[in-house]
């Protein structure tokens, strides 16, 4: 195989934080991340979100991430409207039922909620015969490479205060989204329009590893409980609080998410020179062109990459992911073996 364009955490880590990794190894820190070097990342993440009142808590994993910060918000009887593309309805092997909490879906086709889907969900869902919605899921980016704009999350935000729910923020791509050239969206702006969201670092860089926000006071009590009875409180927290001062660091975390929009820009812009349409509109590091169905099987003898959705007897959407470290060669080499096929 020449390369995959699988997804972006196929490499290990960024070697800022291998280095940092090894140059802490042998000093002695206090235990479940109140060492001093993740109070430095906590500290390195309030300034770039602009807020000091956040609390921020580590953790291994999106899908850690999610079911932790979901259990946290809802009451027994309650459920999240997610779009029907959304991670936690489709990815995560029904971890938030598994917690005891229904996913009500709605139909999306650009991976976005609007206040008008996320009306349909409450329409369904009117008393204590049904599960009582209370936390609005989103992602940025979505699994389908789309972003909010700013318009469309502040609607959603004010449609949540409005109908007393939560605004719950999945950021295992969150990089992508904010360095994308259509990103009108910064830090600051998302901590003062949801009650808590997560800032990946698995997929941009780190070895592991999320960095949880939670905005909202009342949500920040006992939180460490939760982190605990869930398996998320780890005896070596620093693991992942050293990653992320090595990614908070002189804007490395902005830096490698550029890098990784660019070569899918550049991925995107060759393609469409070649005639070739998209599934979705991506401004982010996924890119969904859709392909013959011929070309794609002889693509995939020197490339790595899913087959997303089938579009008709004869095409197929396929996606390619690419990263922090995606080489331009690779790019370069895949375009040219794409235009001789084509």
Aim: aromatic letters at 10%.
């Amino acid at each position: 195989m020449k390369y995959s364009f699988f997804n972006d955490y196929s490499e290990g880590a960024h070697p800022k934080v291998l280095e940092m990794l090894t140059n802490t190894n042998l000093i002695q820190e206090s235990g479940y991340g109140e060492d001093s070097i993740t109070l430095e990342a906590i500290n390195l993440i309030k300034s770039a979100i602009g807020n000091q009142d956040i609390a921020v808590h580590f953790i291994s994993g999106g899908t850690h991430a999610n079911l932790t910060v979901l259990a946290s918000m809802l009451k027994p009887f309650e459920g999240v409207i997610s779009a029907n593309s959304g991670h936690i309805f489709v990815h995560e092997a029904g971890a938030i039922e598994a917690i005891g909490h229904k996913i009500i879906a709605v139909d999306s086709k650009d991976g976005k909620l609007t206040p008008e889907l996320i009306q349909i969900g409450l329409n369904t869902h009117e008393d204590e015969h049904t599960v009582k919605p209370k936390v609005v899921f989103v992602s940025q980016s979505t699994e389908v490479g789309t972003i909010y704009k700013y318009s469309e999350l502040q609607s959603i935000s004010e449609f949540c205060k409005k109908n007393n729910l939560y605004l719950y923020l999945d950021g295992a791509r969150l990089a992508s989204g904010l360095t994308s050239s259509a990103a009108d969206l910064n830090l600051k702006q998302i901590a003062e329009l949801v009650e808590a969201f997560y800032i990946g670092g698995t997929k941009n860089g780190a070895l592991l590893g999320e960095a949880i926000i939670i905005v909202n006071k009342e949500l920040q009590a006992d939180f460490r409980y939760h982190l605990k009875q869930r398996g998320a409180l780890l005896a070596k927290g620093r693991l992942l609080g050293i990653q992320f001062k090595a990614l908070f660091e002189n804007n490395l975390y902005f830096e490698l998410a550029k890098h990784a929009n660019t070569m899918a820009e550049k991925l995107s812009k060759g393609i469409l020179v070649m005639g070739y349409n998209f599934l979705t509109d991506s401004s982010t590091n996924q890119v969904f062109p859709i392909l013959p169905n011929k070309i794609i099987d002889k693509l995939s003898k020197d490339y790595g990459f899913y087959n997303w959705s089938k579009i008709d007897d004869e095409k197929t959407a396929i996606r390619l992911v690419t990263s922090w470290a995606t080489d331009e060669h690779f790019i370069n080499e895949f375009l040219k073996d794409l235009r001789a096929l084509a």
